[in-house]
């Protein structure tokens, strides 16, 4: 089956301007999680969704939101873009949330920003 | 804070060369990731591992994850160019879907 998709892989924008990123997860996975990953800090947690509804924040400002909708999409908002918003975004998707059964969480190649 | 302490962070080993990269952390997890990334791309799932004392193969490569399953290694025997990349241990907590993820080890190959 088809494995995480991201879009766009690569964009430029500008200092100021808003972003919004896709992912589709992967068929029948209705957790989908949002991670910035920069050389300096590595892979960050941003957020979780789950059935529509945020389950899990990061330690990111307000600018940056999320939202799934009822096929299981999400999308990604990063607004009022500063420098040190470039990173590679990369989205993440689970069958299901919780449990200690060591559900597996699959990526997708992420989406490269770069904020000019 | 970094939760998840991986060691060492850069290697660089001639082909057919045996190591261990180490994944250390004074939080217990519920399970742990390793995934292996190359430039540009996604990070891989490699391997899940959720109980104690837990070992896994996988060809060449051999995961152990810690008895109290707060720490986690992986071993890669005869080295190859092809297992060149960045190396990440990622756990989780609870009932959360959160990863925390190391820093990484990046790994050359050389042949």
């Known amino acids: 089956k088809a494995g995480v998709t991201q879009t766009p892989r690569y964009l430029i924008k500008t200092r100021g301007q808003q972003v919004t990123l896709s992912c589709s997860p992967i068929?029948?996975?209705?957790?989908v999680s949002w991670y910035q990953q920069t050389p300096g800090q590595g892979l960050q947690f941003l957020f979780e969704?789950?059935?529509?509804?945020?389950?899990n924040k990061g330690n990111f400002p307000g600018r940056f939101s999320g939202r799934q909708f009822s096929n299981s999409r999400s999308e990604m908002n990063v607004s009022t873009l500063e420098l040190g918003d470039s990173a590679l975004y990369l989205c993440?998707?689970?069958?299901?949330?919780?449990?200690?059964?060591?559900?597996?969480?699959?990526f997708g190649e992420g989406s490269w920003l770069t904020v000019v | 804070t970094q939760l998840l302490e991986q060691s060492p962070q850069f290697l660089s080993i001639q082909e057919g060369e045996n190591l261990t990269v180490y994944c250390n952390s004074s939080?217990?997890?519920?399970?742990l990731q390793w995934y292996r990334q190359e430039p540009g791309e996604g990070p891989v799932l490699l391997v899940t591992?959720?109980?104690?004392?837990e070992v896994k193969k996988l060809k060449r490569l051999t995961f152990q994850f810690g008895d109290a399953r707060k720490d986690s290694s992986l071993h890669i025997t005869a080295a190859q160019p092809g297992d060149t990349g960045l190396y990440l241990c990622?756990?989780?907590?609870?009932?959360?879907?959160?990863?925390?993820f190391g820093k990484g080890m990046k790994l050359t190959v050389n042949p």
């Open positions: 068929s029948g996975h209705r957790s």
């Open positions: 939080s217990v997890f519920s399970s």
């Open positions: 990622a756990g989780k907590q609870g009932g959360s879907e959160k990863l925390v």
């Open positions: 993440a998707s689970s069958p299901r949330i919780g449990g200690i059964s060591g559900n597996t969480i699959y």
């Open positions: 969704y789950f059935s529509e509804t945020q389950r």
């Open positions: 591992v959720v109980t104690g004392g």
